[in-house]
Nanobody
Framework: QVQLVESGGGLVQAGGSLRLSCAASRTIFRSVAMGWYRQAPGKERELVATITTGDYTNYADSVKGRFTISRDGAKSTVDLQMNGLKPEDTAVYFC????????????????WGKGTLVTVSA
């Protein structure tokens, strides 16, 4: 069974930083793209960032230049470093996994974590 377990959420002031981490099952990590989606209160889930098995990255326009996604094959983890946080970044952040080239597309997520809450105060 594939498991994605997020950690690192919390409360931070605007302009601050947080680092999210996701531990994935070793059986799939090397063969799937990994990513982060988020869902703000009253809004639909949206793509934040993805990273392929070849370390190609893709970011939503709203987080470019502020967020950095990375993966560690030795630990089977994917991290999201979030700098310059804004109140509009407040959301539940979900770790995701899926096929290279599909993860950032609608319906392209094969596996979801349970999510971790990030709250950014003004």
């Amino acid at each position: 069974q594939v498991q994605l377990v997020e950690s690192g959420g919390g409360l931070v002031q605007a302009g601050g930083s947080l680092r999210l981490s996701c531990a994935a099952s070793r059986t799939i990590f090397r063969s799937v793209a990994m990513g982060w989606y988020r869902q703000a209160p009253g809004k639909e889930r949206e793509l934040v960032a993805t990273i392929t098995t070849g370390d190609y990255t893709n970011y939503a326009d709203s987080v470019k230049g502020r967020f950095t996604i990375s993966r560690d094959g030795a630990k089977s983890t994917v991290d999201l470093q979030m700098n310059g946080l804004k109140p509009e970044d407040t959301a539940v952040y979900f770790c995701t996994a899926g096929a290279n080239g599909r993860l950032s597309l609608p319906g392209g997520v094969d596996y979801w974590g349970k999510g971790t809450l990030v709250t950014v105060s003004a």
